[in-house]
């Protein structure tokens, strides 16, 4: 049996990545792998670091740890049953990604929804919206070292989650519009448990405002950190409320609009200091606008079909062309496309999502940072990795 030769190190110079990205200008630095098992990047994201000391120096994001190919395998099957990848591509957001898909499908084949199954989806995807920001608080918090918020959080979106299951089945990964309307419609006991749920929030917001948003710790933690400036922000193709945060008011419901978000009257909230607590203050008063949509919904909530009475059942064909259709999601914009041959099966499926963007600027804005900061602008970016791998 023979010893390994004198440098214990010798043949342990990692995979492809690390030993790519250690070819820096400078051989006193430490190379250091953040994640994909470090707690903030939640399993599946990878960060190379070059560090001096606590400060980064680079930093190069390695995706393909969860990639399940979601777009060629919207290439071979029928179009109705890519919907369940649709809540697996953002397990967060999913209804958003639901609207995504089918808004492309209807403008591609013309089809008409109800009024009032607009109205459910504009319900719907907003209680999904707050049921991701809460996590998201929750979870940031966390990866700060506030280990009492999440469990807060935790409460309120159990609620959501009840209300959405009554209507979709499921509590997670939903699945639940159809070309021409959506598949349930609500009912007493649902519009009951929301207004219940809308008079209850306030009082919630305002404490998490007093335990947690006016926090000293908090604002040292975010304010003044990773400050992402417009022109940065564009240059990547940011959106959502990394880019608001940056003081750009870009929101698709208002610059692209789709569905009946037009009938509603919401502010688009905007910050312009660009760092952590900017995003921060984005998405706690964006859970304010969510609310006071839903309300308006179930005051104005028509009678009517909740789907199309000719909508399109089981495997159809479209007319050939193709189609580009955006909503806004929890993150930012989700873009579909579609380009059909006018068969039962999608010829060529593409899916803009925002983490994509967003995590791109990492790079940029975590050079110089300490590593305690970089996990800060991390979590402001609110990265749902499966969105980004598809």
Not at 44 to 53: A, H, Q, S
Not at 184 to 212: G, H
Request: charged share 25%; net charge negative; glycine share 10%.
């Amino acid at each position: 049996m023979s010893w390994p030769a004198a440098d214990p190190c010798q043949g342990l110079e990692g995979d492809l990545y690390a030993r790519v990205f250690a070819e820096g200008a400078r051989d006193d630095t430490l190379i250091l792998n953040m994640g994909p098992q470090h707690p903030s990047t939640h399993g599946v994201l990878r960060v190379l670091l070059e560090m001096d000391g606590e400060y980064v120096l680079r930093a190069e994001p390695v995706l393909g740890y969860i990639h399940r190919m979601h777009e060629h395998m919207a290439q071979n099957r029928a179009y109705v049953q890519f919907f369940p990848n649709m809540g697996r591509v953002d397990y967060l957001h999913a209804l958003a990604w639901n609207w995504a898909w089918a808004g492309a499908v209807e403008r591609l084949a013309g089809l008409e929804v109800p009024r009032r199954a607009e109205y459910i989806r504009v319900i719907c995807t907003e209680l999904n919206r707050i049921n991701s920001h809460l996590l998201w608080w929750g979870a940031y918090l966390l990866d700060l070292g506030a280990v009492t918020p999440i469990m807060y959080a935790f409460e309120d979106r159990e609620l959501v989650m009840d209300m959405l299951q009554l209507i979709t089945g499921s509590r997670l990964t939903y699945s639940s519009f159809r070309f021409g309307g959506v598949l349930t419609d609500i009912d007493i006991e649902f519009v009951s448990r929301c207004r219940s749920f809308l008079a209850r929030m306030p009082e919630r917001l305002e404490m998490y405002r007093d335990l947690v948003t006016g926090n000293a710790i908090l604002r040292g933690r975010l304010e003044g950190v990773g400050v992402i400036d417009q022109m940065t922000a564009r240059r990547y193709g940011a959106t959502g409320p990394v880019l608001r945060g940056s003081g750009v008011p870009y929101d698709v419901r208002r610059a692209e609009p789709y569905g009946l978000y037009h009938e509603f009257d919401y502010a688009v909230p905007v910050r312009h200091e660009g760092d952590c607590m900017a995003r921060y203050m984005v998405r706690m008063d964006e859970l304010e606008a969510s609310l006071s949509i839903v309300a308006q919904a179930l005051d104005g909530l028509p009678e009517g079909h909740h789907i199309h009475p000719d909508a399109p059942r089981g495997k159809w064909r479209p007319p050939a062309g193709e189609v580009y259709f955006a909503v806004e999601g929890a993150r930012g914009k989700i873009g579909v496309y579609v380009a059909s041959d006018g068969t039962e099966i999608p010829y060529r499926v593409k899916l803009r999502s925002p983490s994509f963007s967003n995590l791109s600027l990492f790079a940029e804005i975590g050079q110089g940072t300490l590593l305690s900061d970089a996990v800060a602008i991390l979590g402001s970016l609110d990265l749902v990795i499966p969105e980004i791998d598809r």
